[in-house]
Nanobody, 128 residues
Framework: LRFSCRVWGGLVQSGGSLKLSCEAS????????????MGWFRQAPGKEREFVIS????????YYGDSVKGRFTIARDNAKNAAYLQMSDLQPEDTAIYIC?????????????????WGKGTQVTVSS
């Protein structure tokens, strides 16, 4: 699979918002996009990869890391093979590389080692 990620908003100050999109390609009828859960992990300097958020393959269920509950939301558009991460009330501690992920399971695992596919990552920097 290949991922193409975009950021809307650029650099942001504390309390601001950003939107990330992730378009994935490489699916086929045997392994359709709609059969994969989608999500984001993030990694800050000197820290391990952290689960941020995910959405089930059906789109009916979403899952949140404790640090982003109430601030981040995720959506998917199966017609576009895309997922979207809306981040609000961003804080400096949200600064990290955000990595789009996909998994063949209908619900993505919280553990990074269990996730099937990884994008390259997008830098998000929040200034105080």
């Amino acid at each position: 699979l290949r991922f193409s990620c975009r950021v809307w908003g650029g650099l942001v100050q504390s309390g601001g918002s950003l939107k990330l999109s992730c378009e994935a390609s490489g699916f086929d009828f045997r392994e359709p996009f709609s059969g994969h859960s989608m999500g984001w992990f993030r990694q800050a300097p000197g820290k391990e990869r952290e689960f941020v958020i995910s959405i089930s393959s059906s789109g009916r269920s979403t899952y949140y890391g404790d640090s982003v509950k109430g601030r981040f939301t995720i959506a998917r558009d199966n017609a576009k093979n895309a997922a979207y991460l809306q981040m609000s009330d961003l804080q400096p501690e949200d600064t990290a590389i955000y990595i789009c992920t996909a998994d063949r399971q209908s619900v993505m695992a919280y553990e990074a080692e269990r996730v099937d596919y990884w994008g390259k990552g997008t830098q998000v920097t929040v200034s105080s």
